[in-house]
């Protein structure tokens, strides 16, 4: 048996299709400033729980501790670790998506 193998296609760069990026942050303007409204829905447009509004809630508070100078290193340290953890379960939640890196975590 002889295996039928085709010819591989070159393509020029303007023919590939390249899809579009994916916005992954939300449009809600509290995320940039505390004393915004709260966010009242997640990622896909359902109503936040009480408990879930708390979760946001420990995250922003967190967020404002990391970048807090008076600090020590190794407060600020370990508050990073919690603000991973807030992250990923808001993450997993679909309530916020952000990436840290800009938090030094």
Do not use: W
């Not at 447009?45 to 600090?71: I, N």
């Not at 919690?82 to 975590?105: K, N, R, Y």
Request: proline residues 9%; aromatic residues 2%; charged residues 20%.
């Amino acid at each position: 048996m002889t295996a039928h193998l085709q010819e591989p296609t070159t393509r020029m760069p303007s023919e590939i299709a390249v899809p579009e990026e994916t916005d992954m942050t939300t449009t809600s303007p509290e995320l940039s400033d505390a004393t915004a409204i709260p966010a009242t829905t997640d990622l896909l447009g359902q109503p936040l729980t009480p408990s879930e509004v708390a979760l946001l809630d420990v995250y922003r508070d967190l967020k404002t501790l990391v970048a807090e100078q008076e600090l020590a290193p190794c407060a600020v340290s370990n508050l990073r670790v919690a603000l991973s953890a807030a992250a990923v379960a808001l993450t997993d939640l679909a309530i916020e998506f952000e990436p840290l890196t800009d938090h030094g975590c």
